[in-house]
């Protein structure tokens, strides 16, 4: 049983290992959307 838990702890640090180089290595591109709000004039002070 001792074994069977030791190897299951490896398995599930490789998993945890290979999603991290997999996260820190995708190239997630940025938004390209453009955002537009009116703000109204009331908000700023003079």
Do not use: N
Request: glycine residues 4%; positive net charge; without cysteine.
């Amino acid at each position: 049983m001792s074994r069977f838990l030791s190897i299951l702890l490896v398995l599930l640090l490789l998993v945890i290992a290979g999603g991290m180089v997999f996260l820190a290595s995708w190239d997630l591109p940025a938004p390209s959307k453009t955002v537009e709000k009116v703000l109204p004039d009331e908000r700023f002070p003079r």
